[in-house]
C-alpha cells in the first residue's frame, strides 16, 4: 500500500511537469498503450504471464477500469492546475471516502479508532495547508478543486473494487482492462490533440506508463491481504511525496506548519493501522 501510493506520487509530479505542455488525452493516450504494449511483450516471452485475461465478475471489472480512467483524467486535469500540496489537501478526504464505501458497500464496518485516526490524519492536512488556505491559496481556479475531489471520488470507489476483487488474482487481469478502456477512449481524443513531442517528454508519458501499473498492482494486491478501512489511512503517506516533489522540483520549501502537519499525518497513520490489526 505504501508503495502505491508513493509511486502514485511519482505520477502525479511527473504528469504535473507534462501539463506544462501537453494535453491530458495525448498523455493519457501513451500511457494506456504502454501498458498494454508492456503486458502483450511479457505474455510473449512468457505465455499466461500474469494469469488468465477472463474474468468471473465482469461488472466489476469494467466498473472498475471506468473509475480508475476517472481518477487518472481527473487527477492530470486537477494537479495541471494546483500546486502538488494543495490538491493533496482535497485528496486527503479520501479515507473518510473509502470508510464509508467499505461499511456501506462491503459490509466491512471499521473499528471506531480507525474514524477517530482518520480524523486526526485529516486535521494533520489542515494544520500544514492553514497558512496557505488563509491567505487566499496560490489564486489557483476553482476548477481545479473540483477535478481534485472528482478524482478522489474515483479513487476511493478503486479501493473498494479492488477488495471486492480480492478472490480473484492475476495482474493481467488488473493492467488490461482498465487500459483497453482507457485507450478505446483516449484514441480519438489524443490523436485529435497531438503535439509533437520531444524525445524526453516521449519518454516521460512512457514512463507514466510503468508507473501507474506498478502502482495499480500495488494497491490490487494490498487489497487481498487487508481491509479497506484498515488500509485508507495510508493514503496520508501521499503528504510526503507531496512535500518532497514540491521541494525537489519546483523549489517549494515547506514551512513550519506543513511539516508539522506531516508528522501528525504520519502519527495518524501509524496509529490507525495499530488499532485496525488488534
Request: net charge positive; with cysteine.
Amino acid at each position: 500500500m505504501l508503495a502505491g501510493i508513493g509511486l502514485f506520487g511519482l505520477l502525479d509530479a511527473n504528469s504535473k511537469l507534462l501539463s506544462a505542455e501537453y494535453g491530458v488525452w495525448q498523455v493519457q493516450l501513451v500511457r494506456f498503450a504502454t501498458i498494454l504494449s508492456g503486458v502483450a511483450l511479457l505474455r510473449a516471452v512468457r505465455p499466461g504471464w500474469g494469469g488468465p485475461l477472463s474474468t468471473r465478475f465482469p461488472r466489476l471489472q469494467a466498473a472498475r477500469a471506468v473509475v480508475m480512467l476517472g481518477s487518472a483524467t481527473f487527477f492530470f486535469l486537477a494537479f495541471s492546475r494546483l500546486p502538488l500540496a494543495e490538491g493533496y489537501l482535497v485528496f486527503f478526504t479520501s479515507p473518510f471516502i473509502v470508510l464509508v464505501f467499505s461499511a456501506l458497500f462491503l459490509r466491512e464496518p471499521p473499528p471506531a479508532a480507525a474514524w477517530v485516526w482518520c480524523g486526526v490524519g485529516f486535521a494533520g492536512v489542515a494544520v500544514g495547508l492553514a497558512p496557505s488556505l488563509l491567505s487566499g491559496g496560490t489564486g489557483a481556479p476553482l476548477m481545479g478543486y473540483v477535478f481534485a475531489l472528482c478524482g478522489t471520488l474515483c479513487y476511493s470507489a478503486v479501493f473498494v473494487l479492488n477488495r471486492s476483487l480480492r478472490h480473484e488474482g492475476g495482474i493481467a487481469r488488473v493492467l488490461v482492462w482498465p487500459a483497453l478502456l482507457g485507450l478505446a477512449v483516449m484514441l480519438p481524443l489524443g490523436l485529435a490533440d497531438w503535439r509533437a513531442p520531444s524525445a524526453f517528454a516521449l519518454g516521460q508519458m512512457v514512463v507514466n506508463g510503468f508507473i501507474v501499473a506498478a502502482a495499480t498492482v500495488c494497491l490490487a494486491e494490498a487489497f487481498r491481504h487487508a481491509a479497506a478501512s484498515r488500509l485508507a489511512p495510508f493514503g496520508y503517506s501521499g503528504l510526503v511525496w507531496s512535500l518532497a516533489f514540491d521541494l525537489g522540483i519546483w523549489g517549494h520549501a515547506p514551512g513550519g506548519a506543513m511539516l508539522a502537519g506531516a508528522a501528525v499525518v504520519i502519527f495518524a497513520c501509524v496509529m490507525s493501522e495499530r488499532a485496525a490489526r488488534r
